[in-house]
């Protein structure tokens, strides 16, 4: 379910994950993380952006396997420089949210410099000119090459005032 357009601020969406709120219809929960603080990942956090990476050959590749592996398609775009991106690396690295991104996403990380590169991915989902923010994340419907989370992209960019169990939450009331 997606939240209505009227009601899609980051701060809205961020004070709702905080306090555990998933959309209703939800069929999958995301598995609960059992860590209150980004404190409590692992250090360093990653830097997970290839800055020399082919963004379009890597976009392509993992939707392949996305449709391969009947999953959805998670395109990061962020920057190494990002600590809100190194931050959500680092929730997703945990054992149990890295075993649930695993089962149900075809995860891709794309560099976007600083605002300077790779424009062209988040411009075939519609999301033209500079990004609102990062980590952006594109959650796609490979088969189709539908964005599904359209208006919700940015919606990380402010991951470290959230809470891990939050970060969890969000990529899981895509699923639904």
């Not at 600590?83 to 075993?99: F, M, S, Y």
Request: net charge neutral; hydrophobic share 45%.
């Amino acid at each position: 379910m997606r939240l209505p357009r009227l009601i899609h601020s980051t701060a809205f969406l961020a004070a709702t994950l905080a306090f555990g709120v998933v959309p209703a219809t939800a069929a999958v929960r995301a598995p609960q993380l059992g860590i209150g603080s980004f404190d409590q990942l692992a250090q360093p956090l990653p830097l997970p952006y290839d800055t020399t990476a082919d963004a379009d050959r890597a976009v392509a590749e993992a939707r392949q396997r996305a449709i391969a592996q009947h999953k959805l398609l998670l395109i990061d775009l962020g920057g190494n420089w990002c600590p809100d991106c190194r931050i959500l690396a680092g929730t997703i690295e945990t054992p149990k949210l890295k075993a649930f991104v695993d089962d149900h996403y075809e995860v891709v990380t794309v560099d976007i410099g600083r605002f300077d590169k790779n424009g062209q991915i988040a411009a075939r989902y519609g999301i033209n000119g500079r990004l609102k923010g990062v980590p952006s994340l594109l959650v796609v419907e490979p088969r189709s090459n539908h964005l599904i989370n359209e208006g919700h992209t940015a919606a990380l960019a402010d991951a470290r005032h959230m809470t891990p169990q939050a970060l969890a939450d969000w990529l899981a009331s895509w699923l639904g």
